[in-house]
Protein backbone atom coordinates (compact mmCIF):
# COMPACT_ATOMS: atom_id res chain seq x y z
CA UNK A 1 0.00 0.00 0.00
CA UNK A 2 1.51 3.34 -0.97
CA UNK A 3 1.93 6.57 1.43
CA UNK A 4 -0.96 8.29 -0.69
CA UNK A 5 -3.27 5.59 0.36
CA UNK A 6 -2.29 4.94 3.33
CA UNK A 7 -3.00 9.22 3.78
CA UNK A 8 -6.24 8.97 1.80
CA UNK A 9 -7.07 6.33 4.43
CA UNK A 10 -6.65 8.11 7.33
CA UNK A 11 -8.24 11.19 6.15
CA UNK A 12 -11.55 9.32 5.03
CA UNK A 13 -11.22 7.47 8.17
CA UNK A 14 -10.94 10.86 10.24
CA UNK A 15 -13.94 12.75 7.71
CA UNK A 16 -15.97 9.30 9.03
CA UNK A 17 -15.33 9.64 12.52
CA UNK A 18 -16.03 13.64 12.81
CA UNK A 19 -19.35 13.11 10.92
CA UNK A 20 -20.39 10.06 12.28
CA UNK A 21 -19.64 9.63 15.96
CA UNK A 22 -21.13 13.16 17.01
CA UNK A 23 -24.63 11.75 14.22
CA UNK A 24 -24.87 8.47 16.24
CA UNK A 25 -24.36 9.99 19.51
CA UNK A 26 -26.82 12.32 19.40
CA UNK A 27 -29.03 10.09 17.71
CA UNK A 28 -28.61 8.41 21.06
CA UNK A 29 -29.50 11.11 23.05
CA UNK A 30 -32.40 11.94 20.70
CA UNK A 31 -33.70 8.56 21.65
CA UNK A 32 -32.97 8.99 25.25
CA UNK A 33 -34.36 12.40 25.37
CA UNK A 34 -37.68 12.08 23.23
CA UNK A 35 -38.55 8.37 25.17
CA UNK A 36 -38.33 10.10 29.00
CA UNK A 37 -40.89 11.40 30.64
CA UNK A 38 -39.53 13.46 33.34
CA UNK A 39 -38.67 16.71 31.61
CA UNK A 40 -41.51 17.93 28.78
CA UNK A 41 -39.02 20.45 26.74
CA UNK A 42 -36.71 17.35 26.78
CA UNK A 43 -39.58 15.72 24.63
CA UNK A 44 -40.19 18.49 22.33
CA UNK A 45 -36.69 19.27 21.79
CA UNK A 46 -34.60 16.65 22.39
CA UNK A 47 -30.68 17.11 22.96
CA UNK A 48 -31.33 20.97 22.14
CA UNK A 49 -33.56 21.20 25.35
CA UNK A 50 -30.20 20.15 27.12
CA UNK A 51 -28.75 23.80 26.47
CA UNK A 52 -31.54 25.14 28.63
CA UNK A 53 -30.36 22.85 31.51
CA UNK A 54 -26.77 23.64 31.10
CA UNK A 55 -27.20 27.13 31.20
CA UNK A 56 -29.71 26.92 33.90
CA UNK A 57 -26.82 25.08 35.93
CA UNK A 58 -23.97 27.81 35.47
CA UNK A 59 -26.63 30.53 35.88
CA UNK A 60 -26.38 31.19 39.24
CA UNK A 61 -22.43 31.76 39.05
CA UNK A 62 -23.20 33.92 35.79
CA UNK A 63 -24.92 36.10 37.36
CA UNK A 64 -23.07 36.83 40.08
CA UNK A 65 -19.48 37.08 38.00
CA UNK A 66 -20.64 38.77 34.92
CA UNK A 67 -24.56 40.53 35.01
CA UNK A 68 -25.49 41.47 38.23
CA UNK A 69 -24.42 44.78 39.42
CA UNK A 70 -22.23 45.18 42.36
CA UNK A 71 -25.64 45.87 44.67
CA UNK A 72 -27.50 43.17 43.51
CA UNK A 73 -26.86 39.92 44.51
CA UNK A 74 -28.48 38.05 47.37
CA UNK A 75 -28.56 37.47 50.60
CA UNK A 76 -24.96 39.48 50.32
CA UNK A 77 -24.15 41.71 47.35
CA UNK A 78 -20.57 42.10 45.74
CA UNK A 79 -19.67 45.08 47.35
CA UNK A 80 -20.86 43.58 51.07
CA UNK A 81 -18.79 40.40 50.35
CA UNK A 82 -15.91 42.82 49.19
CA UNK A 83 -16.11 44.70 52.19
CA UNK A 84 -16.10 41.96 54.37
CA UNK A 85 -13.04 40.27 52.55
CA UNK A 86 -11.16 43.19 52.23
CA UNK A 87 -11.13 44.02 56.09
CA UNK A 88 -9.72 40.60 56.70
CA UNK A 89 -6.98 40.46 54.40
CA UNK A 90 -5.68 44.16 54.27
CA UNK A 91 -7.07 45.67 57.41
CA UNK A 92 -8.46 48.35 55.19
CA UNK A 93 -11.86 49.83 55.00
CA UNK A 94 -10.95 52.59 52.25
CA UNK A 95 -12.40 53.00 48.66
CA UNK A 96 -12.34 55.53 45.93
CA UNK A 97 -14.19 57.90 43.65
CA UNK A 98 -17.42 57.71 45.79
CA UNK A 99 -20.11 55.44 47.41
CA UNK A 100 -22.13 52.95 45.36
CA UNK A 101 -25.38 52.65 47.63
CA UNK A 102 -28.21 53.49 46.24
CA UNK A 103 -28.86 57.07 48.37
CA UNK A 104 -33.07 57.29 46.39
CA UNK A 105 -33.92 54.54 48.72
CA UNK A 106 -35.26 54.27 51.43
CA UNK A 107 -33.09 53.60 54.62
CA UNK A 108 -31.27 54.32 58.18
CA UNK A 109 -28.68 56.75 57.92
CA UNK A 110 -26.14 58.08 60.80
CA UNK A 111 -26.63 61.59 62.13
CA UNK A 112 -23.46 63.20 62.01
CA UNK A 113 -22.52 65.93 64.44
CA UNK A 114 -22.07 69.56 63.53
CA UNK A 115 -18.89 69.66 65.34
CA UNK A 116 -17.40 65.49 65.73
CA UNK A 117 -14.97 64.45 67.98
CA UNK A 118 -11.40 64.49 67.60
CA UNK A 119 -9.71 61.05 67.05
CA UNK A 120 -7.55 62.11 70.67
CA UNK A 121 -11.09 62.44 72.49
CA UNK A 122 -12.30 58.77 71.68
CA UNK A 123 -12.49 56.41 74.50
CA UNK A 124 -10.55 53.45 73.16
CA UNK A 125 -7.89 51.23 74.82
CA UNK A 126 -4.70 50.83 72.18
CA UNK A 127 -2.59 50.33 74.81
CA UNK A 128 -1.17 47.27 73.47
CA UNK A 129 -1.00 46.14 69.76
CA UNK A 130 -1.84 42.57 68.60
CA UNK A 131 0.24 41.02 65.97
CA UNK A 132 -1.27 39.90 63.02
CA UNK A 133 -0.32 38.89 59.34
CA UNK A 134 -1.61 41.16 56.56
CA UNK A 135 -1.44 40.52 52.81
CA UNK A 136 0.66 43.53 50.74
CA UNK A 137 -0.47 43.70 46.98
CA UNK A 138 2.82 43.14 44.68
CA UNK A 139 1.07 43.29 41.59
CA UNK A 140 -2.41 42.91 40.01
CA UNK A 141 -2.66 43.17 36.40
CA UNK A 142 -5.36 41.08 34.23
CA UNK A 143 -3.96 37.69 34.01
CA UNK A 144 -1.32 37.76 37.14
CA UNK A 145 -2.01 38.75 40.90
CA UNK A 146 0.52 38.71 43.14
CA UNK A 147 0.59 39.43 47.08
CA UNK A 148 2.28 38.71 49.99
CA UNK A 149 1.85 38.34 53.99
CA UNK A 150 3.54 40.65 56.24
CA UNK A 151 3.87 40.60 60.14
CA UNK A 152 2.42 44.00 61.33
CA UNK A 153 1.31 45.28 64.79
CA UNK A 154 -2.36 46.95 65.22
CA UNK A 155 -4.39 48.62 66.99
CA UNK A 156 -7.20 46.44 69.05
CA UNK A 157 -9.74 49.11 69.32
CA UNK A 158 -10.89 47.55 72.76
CA UNK A 159 -13.20 49.44 75.00
CA UNK A 160 -11.71 50.88 78.33
CA UNK A 161 -13.18 48.90 81.40
CA UNK A 162 -14.81 51.68 82.64
CA UNK A 163 -17.48 51.80 78.73
CA UNK A 164 -16.92 47.58 78.98
CA UNK A 165 -20.67 46.47 79.43
CA UNK A 166 -21.03 43.66 82.01
CA UNK A 167 -23.59 40.82 81.37
CA UNK A 168 -24.86 39.49 85.02
CA UNK A 169 -23.27 42.47 86.77
CA UNK A 170 -26.47 41.79 89.44
CA UNK A 171 -27.18 38.51 88.90
CA UNK A 172 -24.58 36.35 88.82
CA UNK A 173 -21.55 35.14 90.98
CA UNK A 174 -19.21 35.13 87.72
CA UNK A 175 -20.73 37.78 85.11
CA UNK A 176 -19.07 38.32 81.66
CA UNK A 177 -17.51 41.67 80.91
CA UNK A 178 -17.02 42.68 77.10
CA UNK A 179 -14.23 44.74 75.90
CA UNK A 180 -15.76 44.77 72.22
CA UNK A 181 -19.37 44.83 71.09
CA UNK A 182 -18.88 42.62 68.19
CA UNK A 183 -18.29 38.91 68.43
CA UNK A 184 -19.51 35.92 66.60
CA UNK A 185 -22.92 34.74 66.15
CA UNK A 186 -24.03 31.11 66.81
CA UNK A 187 -22.19 28.46 64.08
CA UNK A 188 -22.39 24.91 65.36
CA UNK A 189 -19.71 22.30 64.72
CA UNK A 190 -20.89 20.53 62.17
CA UNK A 191 -22.85 23.03 60.09
CA UNK A 192 -19.13 23.99 60.20
CA UNK A 193 -16.14 21.96 60.05
CA UNK A 194 -13.61 21.36 62.39
CA UNK A 195 -10.96 23.55 60.47
CA UNK A 196 -13.40 26.30 60.07
CA UNK A 197 -14.12 26.12 63.55
CA UNK A 198 -10.50 26.21 64.69
CA UNK A 199 -9.52 29.36 62.38
CA UNK A 200 -12.59 31.21 63.82
CA UNK A 201 -11.66 30.44 67.16
CA UNK A 202 -7.96 31.46 66.73
CA UNK A 203 -8.82 34.57 65.07
CA UNK A 204 -11.45 36.00 67.57
CA UNK A 205 -9.30 34.58 70.68
CA UNK A 206 -6.01 36.73 69.00
CA UNK A 207 -8.31 39.62 68.29
CA UNK A 208 -9.27 39.63 72.44
CA UNK A 209 -12.68 41.69 73.40
CA UNK A 210 -15.10 39.38 71.18
CA UNK A 211 -17.09 35.93 71.52
CA UNK A 212 -17.55 32.80 70.32
CA UNK A 213 -21.54 31.38 70.49
CA UNK A 214 -21.21 27.31 69.28
CA UNK A 215 -24.30 27.21 67.84
CA UNK A 216 -26.86 24.59 69.52
CA UNK A 217 -24.34 21.87 68.49
CA UNK A 218 -22.25 21.16 71.81
CA UNK A 219 -18.92 22.06 72.11
CA UNK A 220 -15.93 20.56 70.52
CA UNK A 221 -12.17 20.81 71.23
CA UNK A 222 -11.85 23.02 68.20
CA UNK A 223 -13.97 25.83 70.02
CA UNK A 224 -11.26 25.62 72.59
CA UNK A 225 -8.05 26.14 70.31
CA UNK A 226 -8.12 29.68 70.29
CA UNK A 227 -8.33 30.93 74.83
CA UNK A 228 -12.07 32.34 73.11
CA UNK A 229 -14.44 33.34 75.53
CA UNK A 230 -17.33 31.16 74.91
CA UNK A 231 -21.52 31.30 74.73
CA UNK A 232 -22.36 27.98 75.03
CA UNK A 233 -25.72 27.89 73.70
CA UNK A 234 -28.49 25.29 73.94
CA UNK A 235 -30.97 24.46 71.74
CA UNK A 236 -34.33 22.25 72.04
CA UNK A 237 -32.16 18.93 71.40
CA UNK A 238 -29.95 20.12 74.14
CA UNK A 239 -26.54 19.07 72.29
CA UNK A 240 -23.66 18.86 75.20
CA UNK A 241 -26.16 18.99 78.08
CA UNK A 242 -28.17 15.52 77.73
CA UNK A 243 -28.80 12.35 78.90
CA UNK A 244 -28.13 9.54 76.36
CA UNK A 245 -32.09 9.42 75.85
CA UNK A 246 -32.40 12.75 74.98
CA UNK A 247 -33.55 14.36 78.24
CA UNK A 248 -31.56 17.51 80.09
CA UNK A 249 -28.79 16.69 82.62
CA UNK A 250 -28.25 19.27 84.86
CA UNK A 251 -24.71 17.23 86.14
CA UNK A 252 -23.31 17.82 82.19
CA UNK A 253 -24.38 21.85 82.51
CA UNK A 254 -22.84 21.80 85.92
CA UNK A 255 -19.82 20.41 84.10
CA UNK A 256 -19.74 22.81 80.87
CA UNK A 257 -20.11 25.85 83.56
CA UNK A 258 -17.02 24.66 85.28
CA UNK A 259 -14.80 25.25 82.55
CA UNK A 260 -13.18 28.65 82.24
CA UNK A 261 -13.12 29.78 78.61
CA UNK A 262 -17.41 29.33 79.06
CA UNK A 263 -18.50 32.68 80.16
CA UNK A 264 -22.33 32.71 79.41
CA UNK A 265 -24.77 30.41 78.38
CA UNK A 266 -27.83 30.84 75.41
CA UNK A 267 -31.30 28.76 75.51
CA UNK A 268 -31.93 28.88 71.47
CA UNK A 269 -35.88 29.72 71.33
CA UNK A 270 -35.99 30.02 67.51
CA UNK A 271 -33.40 31.62 64.57
CA UNK A 272 -34.33 33.94 61.88
CA UNK A 273 -33.91 31.65 58.94
CA UNK A 274 -35.97 28.65 60.71
CA UNK A 275 -38.38 29.41 63.84
CA UNK A 276 -38.42 25.78 64.46
CA UNK A 277 -35.85 23.50 65.84
CA UNK A 278 -32.16 23.26 64.07
CA UNK A 279 -31.77 20.32 61.43
CA UNK A 280 -28.15 18.87 60.39
CA UNK A 281 -28.59 16.38 57.35
CA UNK A 282 -26.74 12.90 58.22
CA UNK A 283 -24.18 13.46 55.64
CA UNK A 284 -22.64 15.99 57.92
CA UNK A 285 -23.02 13.77 61.02
CA UNK A 286 -19.18 12.13 61.55
CA UNK A 287 -18.44 10.00 64.30
CA UNK A 288 -16.86 13.18 66.42
CA UNK A 289 -20.16 15.11 65.93
CA UNK A 290 -22.08 12.38 66.99
CA UNK A 291 -19.99 12.40 69.84
CA UNK A 292 -20.27 15.39 70.77
CA UNK A 293 -23.79 15.75 70.43
CA UNK A 294 -24.26 12.53 72.05
CA UNK A 295 -26.65 11.13 68.75
CA UNK A 296 -26.30 8.63 66.18
CA UNK A 297 -23.84 9.09 63.21
CA UNK A 298 -24.87 9.24 59.95
CA UNK A 299 -28.36 10.17 60.56
CA UNK A 300 -29.94 13.62 60.01
CA UNK A 301 -30.88 15.50 63.86
CA UNK A 302 -34.02 17.64 64.08
CA UNK A 303 -33.72 19.02 66.95
CA UNK A 304 -37.47 19.66 68.35
CA UNK A 305 -39.37 22.86 67.84
CA UNK A 306 -39.23 24.06 71.50
CA UNK A 307 -38.04 22.68 74.66
CA UNK A 308 -39.84 20.25 76.46
CA UNK A 309 -38.88 21.78 79.59
CA UNK A 310 -40.55 24.49 80.03
CA UNK A 311 -43.84 25.26 77.59
CA UNK A 312 -43.99 28.97 79.44
CA UNK A 313 -42.56 32.48 80.06
CA UNK A 314 -43.08 31.15 84.43
CA UNK A 315 -41.62 27.62 83.32
CA UNK A 316 -38.72 29.17 80.78
CA UNK A 317 -37.76 31.95 83.30
CA UNK A 318 -37.52 29.72 86.54
CA UNK A 319 -35.62 27.15 84.10
CA UNK A 320 -33.37 30.40 83.04
CA UNK A 321 -32.87 30.71 87.22
CA UNK A 322 -32.28 27.31 87.65
CA UNK A 323 -28.98 27.47 85.10
CA UNK A 324 -27.81 30.54 86.69
CA UNK A 325 -27.97 29.40 89.91
CA UNK A 326 -26.29 26.29 89.53
CA UNK A 327 -23.30 27.41 87.17
CA UNK A 328 -23.36 31.05 88.46
CA UNK A 329 -22.56 32.13 85.09
CA UNK A 330 -24.83 34.80 82.88
CA UNK A 331 -28.05 33.08 80.95
CA UNK A 332 -29.61 34.44 78.02
CA UNK A 333 -32.24 33.06 75.59
CA UNK A 334 -32.22 33.88 71.76
CA UNK A 335 -35.15 34.72 70.29
CA UNK A 336 -37.09 36.27 66.53
CA UNK A 337 -39.48 38.18 67.23
CA UNK A 338 -43.25 37.45 65.45
CA UNK A 339 -46.16 37.22 67.49
CA UNK A 340 -46.30 40.19 69.73
CA UNK A 341 -48.85 39.13 71.93
CA UNK A 342 -46.38 37.12 73.09
CA UNK A 343 -43.68 39.29 73.31
CA UNK A 344 -45.60 41.51 75.51
CA UNK A 345 -46.81 38.80 77.69
CA UNK A 346 -43.05 37.51 78.46
CA UNK A 347 -41.67 41.25 78.84
CA UNK A 348 -44.25 41.89 81.50
CA UNK A 349 -43.73 38.74 83.19
CA UNK A 350 -40.09 40.06 83.66
CA UNK A 351 -41.73 43.42 85.04
CA UNK A 352 -44.48 41.94 87.75
CA UNK A 353 -42.06 38.85 89.11
CA UNK A 354 -38.89 40.32 88.45
CA UNK A 355 -37.24 37.07 87.25
CA UNK A 356 -35.33 38.12 83.51
CA UNK A 357 -32.82 36.69 81.29
CA UNK A 358 -28.82 38.12 82.02
CA UNK A 359 -29.33 39.14 78.04
CA UNK A 360 -31.67 39.01 74.66
CA UNK A 361 -30.36 37.67 71.61
CA UNK A 362 -32.75 39.03 68.78
CA UNK A 363 -32.14 37.25 65.30
CA UNK A 364 -33.92 38.98 62.30
CA UNK A 365 -35.82 36.67 59.74
CA UNK A 366 -33.07 38.22 57.48
CA UNK A 367 -30.14 35.86 59.42
CA UNK A 368 -28.20 33.13 57.74
CA UNK A 369 -28.57 29.41 58.81
CA UNK A 370 -26.50 26.24 57.46
CA UNK A 371 -29.95 24.28 56.79
CA UNK A 372 -33.66 25.34 56.60
CA UNK A 373 -36.91 25.46 54.49
CA UNK A 374 -37.78 28.26 51.94
CA UNK A 375 -41.27 29.00 53.51
CA UNK A 376 -39.52 29.37 57.19
CA UNK A 377 -36.58 31.55 55.95
CA UNK A 378 -38.51 33.89 53.89
CA UNK A 379 -41.98 34.13 56.00
CA UNK A 380 -41.85 33.58 59.84
CA UNK A 381 -40.09 36.24 61.69
CA UNK A 382 -39.92 39.96 61.71
CA UNK A 383 -36.68 41.58 60.52
CA UNK A 384 -33.90 43.02 62.83
CA UNK A 385 -34.43 46.41 62.34
CA UNK A 386 -37.99 46.36 63.09
CA UNK A 387 -37.60 43.60 65.52
CA UNK A 388 -34.86 45.08 67.66
CA UNK A 389 -36.24 48.66 68.54
CA UNK A 390 -39.60 46.85 69.34
CA UNK A 391 -38.58 45.03 72.00
CA UNK A 392 -35.91 47.67 73.12
CA UNK A 393 -38.89 50.33 73.74
CA UNK A 394 -40.81 47.18 75.40
CA UNK A 395 -38.08 46.57 77.75
CA UNK A 396 -37.90 50.50 78.32
CA UNK A 397 -41.71 50.99 78.93
CA UNK A 398 -41.85 47.84 81.48
CA UNK A 399 -38.82 49.85 83.09
CA UNK A 400 -36.54 47.10 83.06
CA UNK A 401 -33.72 47.77 79.79
CA UNK A 402 -31.22 48.47 82.37
CA UNK A 403 -31.07 45.05 83.38
CA UNK A 404 -30.86 42.94 80.28
CA UNK A 405 -28.73 43.30 77.67
CA UNK A 406 -29.44 43.23 74.21
CA UNK A 407 -27.71 41.29 71.36
CA UNK A 408 -28.62 42.17 67.68
CA UNK A 409 -27.56 39.79 64.99
CA UNK A 410 -29.00 39.57 60.96
CA UNK A 411 -26.65 40.77 57.80
CA UNK A 412 -24.92 43.29 60.23
CA UNK A 413 -21.20 42.48 58.42
CA UNK A 414 -19.93 46.12 58.22
CA UNK A 415 -19.27 48.77 60.43
CA UNK A 416 -22.60 51.12 59.49
CA UNK A 417 -24.69 48.20 59.90
CA UNK A 418 -23.66 47.95 62.74
CA UNK A 419 -23.96 51.39 64.01
CA UNK A 420 -27.46 51.44 62.99
CA UNK A 421 -27.93 48.82 65.08
CA UNK A 422 -27.05 49.86 68.38
CA UNK A 423 -28.45 52.76 67.40
CA UNK A 424 -31.84 51.38 67.45
CA UNK A 425 -31.27 49.45 71.08
CA UNK A 426 -28.54 46.97 70.75
CA UNK A 427 -26.02 46.49 73.28
CA UNK A 428 -23.85 43.80 71.22
CA UNK A 429 -24.26 42.69 67.85
CA UNK A 430 -23.48 39.16 66.52
CA UNK A 431 -21.93 38.22 62.90
CA UNK A 432 -21.87 34.80 61.04
CA UNK A 433 -21.47 35.28 57.77
CA UNK A 434 -19.60 37.81 57.48
CA UNK A 435 -16.61 35.75 59.73
CA UNK A 436 -17.75 33.26 57.04
CA UNK A 437 -16.52 35.17 54.28
CA UNK A 438 -12.86 35.68 56.13
CA UNK A 439 -12.72 31.99 56.37
CA UNK A 440 -13.36 31.25 52.54
CA UNK A 441 -17.33 31.23 52.35
CA UNK A 442 -18.04 32.20 48.57
CA UNK A 443 -21.39 32.02 48.86
CA UNK A 444 -21.75 28.96 47.01
CA UNK A 445 -25.02 28.44 49.11
CA UNK A 446 -24.36 24.87 49.37
CA UNK A 447 -24.19 24.77 52.77
CA UNK A 448 -26.91 22.17 54.02
CA UNK A 449 -25.79 19.83 51.01
CA UNK A 450 -22.08 19.01 52.79
CA UNK A 451 -20.20 20.28 49.45
CA UNK A 452 -19.14 23.52 50.25
CA UNK A 453 -16.38 23.99 47.17
CA UNK A 454 -14.13 25.79 49.83
CA UNK A 455 -14.26 23.66 52.87
CA UNK A 456 -15.92 26.00 55.22
CA UNK A 457 -19.50 24.81 56.04
CA UNK A 458 -18.48 20.79 55.48
CA UNK A 459 -17.00 17.73 57.25
CA UNK A 460 -16.01 16.18 54.20
CA UNK A 461 -12.12 15.82 54.90
CA UNK A 462 -10.90 16.19 51.27
CA UNK A 463 -13.05 19.58 50.36
CA UNK A 464 -11.35 20.79 53.93
CA UNK A 465 -8.45 20.73 52.80
CA UNK A 466 -9.05 23.59 50.76
CA UNK A 467 -8.74 25.64 54.46
CA UNK A 468 -5.80 26.75 55.85
CA UNK A 469 -6.30 27.35 59.25
CA UNK A 470 -3.43 29.68 60.47
CA UNK A 471 -4.27 32.19 57.11
CA UNK A 472 -7.98 32.33 58.23
CA UNK A 473 -7.22 32.70 61.37
CA UNK A 474 -5.63 36.20 61.02
CA UNK A 475 -8.27 37.18 58.44
CA UNK A 476 -10.76 36.60 60.95
CA UNK A 477 -8.71 38.98 63.95
CA UNK A 478 -8.21 41.61 60.54
CA UNK A 479 -11.90 41.51 60.33
CA UNK A 480 -12.87 42.18 64.18
CA UNK A 481 -10.57 44.95 64.51
CA UNK A 482 -11.39 46.36 61.52
CA UNK A 483 -15.35 46.32 62.39
CA UNK A 484 -14.29 48.10 65.93
CA UNK A 485 -12.17 50.74 64.57
CA UNK A 486 -14.94 51.55 61.76
CA UNK A 487 -17.54 51.84 64.60
CA UNK A 488 -15.14 54.16 66.60
CA UNK A 489 -15.23 56.44 63.11
CA UNK A 490 -19.09 56.60 63.19
CA UNK A 491 -18.59 57.20 66.98
CA UNK A 492 -16.32 60.43 66.22
CA UNK A 493 -18.94 61.41 63.03
CA UNK A 494 -21.33 61.58 65.37
CA UNK A 495 -19.83 63.57 68.22
CA UNK A 496 -19.45 60.98 70.68
CA UNK A 497 -16.44 59.79 72.76
CA UNK A 498 -17.94 55.82 72.52
CA UNK A 499 -19.71 53.50 70.31
CA UNK A 500 -21.37 52.58 73.71
CA UNK A 501 -23.11 56.19 73.48
CA UNK A 502 -24.76 55.27 70.08
CA UNK A 503 -28.57 55.68 70.39
CA UNK A 504 -31.87 55.97 68.20
CA UNK A 505 -31.15 59.82 68.85
CA UNK A 506 -28.09 59.60 66.06
CA UNK A 507 -29.99 57.42 63.73
CA UNK A 508 -32.35 58.83 61.01
CA UNK A 509 -34.52 57.44 58.39
CA UNK A 510 -34.95 58.63 55.50
CA UNK A 511 -37.72 57.53 52.65
CA UNK A 512 -37.49 57.24 49.15
CA UNK A 513 -39.43 59.85 48.81
CA UNK A 514 -36.42 62.44 50.31
CA UNK A 515 -38.62 62.84 53.69
CA UNK A 516 -36.51 62.07 56.73
CA UNK A 517 -37.90 60.72 60.05
CA UNK A 518 -35.69 60.39 63.39
CA UNK A 519 -35.24 56.74 64.18
CA UNK A 520 -37.31 57.88 67.74
CA UNK A 521 -40.57 58.71 65.71
CA UNK A 522 -40.37 55.55 63.93
CA UNK A 523 -40.40 52.96 67.28
CA UNK A 524 -43.75 52.22 68.26
CA UNK A 525 -45.26 49.87 70.99
CA UNK A 526 -48.31 48.44 72.18
CA UNK A 527 -49.60 49.65 75.82
CA UNK A 528 -51.32 46.85 75.96
CA UNK A 529 -51.45 43.32 74.33
CA UNK A 530 -52.69 43.29 70.75
CA UNK A 531 -56.01 42.19 70.11
Not at 217 to 224: N, V
Not at 320 to 343: A, M
Not at 358 to 387: C, H, M, R
Request: hydrophobic residues 40%; aromatic residues 8%.
Amino acid sequence: MSTDTVILTIILTLISLIIFVPLVLGLYLWNIDHRQQEHSILRNFPVLGKIRYILEKVGPELRQYLFLNNNEDKPFSRNDYKTAVLAGKYNTRTMGFGSERDFEAAGFYLQNALFPTNRQELRIDNQHKITTHLYQLDQDNLLTRKEHLVEKQIAPFLLPAADAPIIGEHTCRQPFQVFGLIGQSAMSFGALGDRAITALSIGLGRAEGTWMNTGEGGLSDYHLKGDVDIIFQIGPGLFGVRTEDGAFSLEEFKKKSELTQIKAFELKLAQGAKTRGGHLEGEKVTAEIASVRNVKAGVSIDSPNRFNEFQTPEEMLAFVELLRETGGKPVGIKLVVGNLNDLHDLVTYMATSGKHPDFITIDGGEGGTGASFQELADAAGLPLKSALPYLHQLLVAHSIRDRIKLFASGKLISADKIAVALGLGADFVNIARGLMFNVGCIQAQVCHTNHCPVGVATTDPKLQQALIVDEKSFRVTNYIISLREGLYNLTAAAGLKSPTELSADHIIYKQSNGQVTPATSLIHYPQQPLS
